[in-house]
């Protein structure tokens, strides 16, 4: 079955270090991807959609200059979460579609903690 | 946008009973609505989907069902056994647009 890689699992940081996090369809092309944000039991929300080849589209109170996104291939993409604060530490998860949309198949997720 | 709500927030079954986890979506024109599941630590896995073109859906254990008059949807898991318990979330979008997922229901598993 389709598959996402996401990496690293795992970043533990100082405050004010930039973060690369990486997502990757292992098996399939992904023309687009998404980003999310979970913090500890809640649900998972929706920060950016990230296109091949152009620009990403964020969700509305997201700020793009603090999230970079690049979908450099139609396998890869990556958020970068820059300056990061303490506040910005949180569980990230990326998905990629299948051909044809649906359905959404979830990479397991990076957990980053600032310190 | 769309509004998707989940109920009940946390759910506690006897291992062998059935659990039953129901959704409410608001956007009429939504037309896919996947299940996912989420251990600890993990990013959600899909159980099962539905899209709007069928009323049930069901895979072994886990069904579906889709009520779009009333903008409603369910997850039901029969003869429920420990590695049931996880985090489930229910999803609405229209067609390949983003997904709108629930609050999310802790499942627990009494052996």
């Known amino acids: 079955g389709a598959v996402v890689s996401q990496h690293p699992s795992r970043v533990i940081c100082k405050s004010g270090t930039s973060v690369k996090i990486e997502c990757r369809s292992l098996?399939?092309?992904?023309?687009?991807m998404f980003w999310y944000r979970q913090f500890p039991k809640q649900s998972l929300m929706l920060m950016a959609t990230s296109n091949e080849g152009s620009k990403a589209t964020y969700e509305q109170g997201v700020e793009k200059d603090k999230f970079l996104i690049n979908h450099a291939s139609l396998t890869l993409s990556t958020l970068t979460v820059t300056s990061a604060h303490p506040e910005d530490s949180s569980f990230y998860i990326c998905?990629?579609?299948?051909?044809?949309?649906?359905?959404?198949?979830f990479g397991d997720g990076t957990r980053l903690s600032i310190l | 946008g769309e509004n998707v709500e989940q109920h009940p927030s946390t759910l506690s079954v006897q291992e062998g009973d059935s659990a039953v986890i129901k959704c409410t979506y608001s956007d009429s024109a939504s037309n896919y609505f996947p299940w996912y599941k989420q251990e600890l630590g993990k990013g959600p896995q899909l159980i099962i989907d539905i899209r709007s073109n069928v009323g049930e859906k069901k895979d072994q254990r886990i069904a579906v069902t889709l009520n779009k008059t009333a903008k409603h949807f369910s997850l039901h898991i029969t003869e429920t056994q420990p590695e049931d318990s996880a985090v489930y979330f229910c999803?609405?979008?229209?067609?390949?647009?983003?997904?709108?997922f629930g609050t999310g229901t802790r499942l627990t598993i009494i052996p």
């Open positions: 999803a609405a979008s229209f067609g390949n647009e983003k997904l709108t």
């Open positions: 098996d399939f092309q992904a023309t687009t």
């Open positions: 998905s990629a579609p299948s051909d044809g949309g649906q359905p959404q198949h």
